[in-house]
């Protein structure tokens, strides 16, 4: 039941991960250095993610023995 759990945890941060970095390229910064600064941070915070999804995904395959 846990891997289950796993699994799940890491499709939903992959998804969230790729909804910020859809979200982060409808923000317009222009003339605002605010905006710019957030769609920079939602853009990261979503490549990280799904870095990290992806990275957690390949290693649940392997056996850890």
């Known amino acids: 039941m846990n891997k289950k759990n796993?699994?799940?945890q890491t499709w939903i941060r992959l998804a969230s991960s790729v909804l910020l970095?859809?979200?982060s390229t409808?923000?317009?910064p222009e003339g605002s250095t605010l905006l710019?600064?957030?769609q920079t941070l939602m853009l990261?915070?979503?490549m990280?993610?799904?870095c990290l999804a992806i990275w957690k995904f390949?290693?649940?395959g392997k056996n850890k023995g």
Request: charged letters at 15%; proline letters at 0%.
């Open 21 to 23: 970095i859809v979200l």
């Open 6 to 8: 796993n699994k799940n």
């Open 58 to 60: 390949s290693k649940g």
């Open 44 to 46: 990261g915070v979503g």
């Open 36 to 38: 710019g600064v957030l």
């Open 48 to 50: 990280v993610g799904c």
């Open 26 to 28: 409808q923000i317009r």
